[in-house]
């Protein structure tokens, strides 16, 4: 069962209480989402670009995707997302979150409209924008397509290990094309390791409130 939590930015996670983790920060849900995957993430990969493909390793409450969609919007930024989730949430639980507030009445009902058609394959929720959800695990899920962009977004290793493993990092680096982006919340020196021996470099930035660093690597 999940259970809507405050997080102390004001803004709302989930707490899974299978796995025994919240979703985002506690810190600040809002504020880890901007400043991992917006900030480190998009804005750093999307400079020049006209369209931009992403990929997401837990799409969760589609957090990261809305304000992903909002930021290419205001910036004329064709989107195409492709997110992960095992478990997706019902529109219901995602009416709940109050994540609406963050973005535009457009935007909201553009995701919120157009989500359950996004688990079933790719949708396009506008000129500018393609969804789709894969409703499968990364250890499962296959695809000829390269990406610009991974959000790495997959609860932490303590509460999920299988999903920090060299193998599935590797497995996921593998999907980025050569100058791709990979950037994660998370830093440890094994994470170093697994994605320097995919032939990356290594950026170690300013965490989000609550963490002294995250990780932004580039495909060599």
């Not at 965490?207 to 932004?216: N, S, V, Y």
């Amino acid at each position: 069962m999940n259970i809507i939590t405050q997080t102390a930015d004001g803004s709302n996670t989930l707490y899974n209480e299978t796995i025994e983790e919240h979703y985002h920060s506690k810190h600040g849900a809002l504020q880890e989402s901007k400043h991992v995957f917006i900030d480190a993430g998009l804005k750093f990969a999307s400079s020049g670009k006209s369209e931009i493909s992403i990929f997401e390793v837990g799409f969760g409450t589609g957090l990261n995707f809305i304000l992903s969609l909002e930021y290419c919007i205001q910036n004329n930024i064709k989107l195409n997302y492709t997110s992960l989730e095992a478990f997706p949430l019902t529109i219901e639980v995602l009416n709940q979150t109050g994540y609406s507030a963050y973005v535009s009445a457009d935007t909201w009902n553009s995701f919120i409209t157009n989500y359950e058609d996004s688990l079933k394959g790719i949708k396009a929720l506008s000129p500018l924008c393609q969804l789709q959800i894969p409703h499968t695990t990364l250890a499962e899920f296959k695809t000829e397509q390269t990406f610009d962009l991974v959000y790495y977004d997959a609860f932490s290793v303590q509460h999920q290990p299988e999903m920090w493993s060299d193998e599935i990092i590797a497995q996921t680096c593998n999907l980025l094309k050569p100058g791709g982006t990979f950037v994660t919340y998370a830093i440890t020196g094994k994470l170093k390791r697994a994605v320097k021996a995919c032939n990356f470099t290594i950026e170690k930035l300013p965490g989000a409130p609550g963490k002294r660093e995250m990780l932004r690597a580039l495909k060599m």
